[in-house]
């Protein structure tokens, strides 16, 4: 007689509180996933499995970092005058050439002015003294100056005009504004910046290590990258050791260059494994496992083929594989992915798809 037939039975003695407890308690019950089937209600069950066993895997020292551009370009002005536009902001993708601002250029306009009119002068004593030593007024030597003074007004009206066209300042590279120093209406001075650029395609993950490690590291050494955000791993490779450690720290700055790719952005947090010696670890398909509410298991069949659900305790994400902590064992063997669904109890048959 199963447990609602009971139930059923005897309503007329049970008090009506606990009647209500008992029927939770059976619906429950009925809406677990995992009921543990009895053997004469074996339901059977198409799935693949896989053998857990050993497997040596490479054994990290992992530190915090940050991506950074390889190519970081700041932007100043060349004359000094007030911001008259500012066509850019903070995240705005821009081209080789493209204009990103225009400054007003008071002191440059009255520097071309001025040279223009120091040219009309030379070039009339020019003429001038042509006449005199043609009429013998005038030593060549004489002549000769007026010639020089001529060339020198005609080269500063070109500097003149050269920095006139600074005042429409233009992208050197192709990148993305990241930060903006000054705002419309601004003075603009040389050396000072007003934007800076960086190159999306070009980037690098910047960490520090400590001096226990830093000399087993070297250029070209391949480095895990997780992207926490992305939940994604990339293989970075080191591009720089610096030989010099922090004075408070004592640590070590290293940088890693990245593969292009469109997710990683400048200022994400990152993780780097360094490759450090080797080690054992259980690994079993991504795929084979189930979450619940921020839980993990899977179904370990025992010696009769019989699911059973067990909890896992997870490591490290490695491609297609993720290690297991804790809740398995070499020579246990798993199942998922089962036609009907798996629940524990099932009779599980291999579908010929495992490993």
Known sequence: MNLAMRLHMGLKTKKPGMLAMLLVMTGLMACSEDIQLSPEHEIESLADTFNVSVSTMPAHYVTSGTVTSDHRVSIHARISGYIRELNVREGDQVKVGQVLLRIDPVDAKQALIQAKADLLDAEADLQRYDELLKAGAVTRQQAEKTKLRYKVAKSQVEQARNRLSYAEVRSPVAGVVVEKHLSQGDLATPGVPILTLE???????????????????????????????????????????????????????????????????????????????????????????????????????????????????????????????????????????????????????ASGNGR
């Open 199 to 349: 190159d999306p395609a070009s980037l690098l993950v910047v960490t520090y290590v400590s001096e226990r490690f830093v000399s087993g590291f070297h250029e070209g050494d391949q480095v895990d990258i997780e992207i926490s955000s992305l939940k994604k791993t990339y293989q970075g490779v080191v591009r720089q050791v610096v030989q010099a450690a922090d004075a408070v720290s004592h640590q070590f700055l290293v940088k890693i260059a990245l593969p292009e790719v469109d997710d990683v952005h400048p200022g994400m947090y990152a993780q780097t494994g360094f490759r450090v010696g080797s080690r054992q670890a259980l690994m079993i398909p991504k795929d084979s496992i189930v979450s619940r509410s921020g839980l993990h298991a899977v179904y370990v069949l025992n010696e009769q083929s019989i699911a059973q659900y067990r909890m896992i305790r997870l490591g490290t994400l490695s491609g297609d594989q993720v290690e297991v902590l804790a809740g398995l064992y070499a020579g246990d063997v798993i199942a998922w992915n089962g036609q009907p669904d798996l629940k524990s109890g099932m009779k599980v048959q």
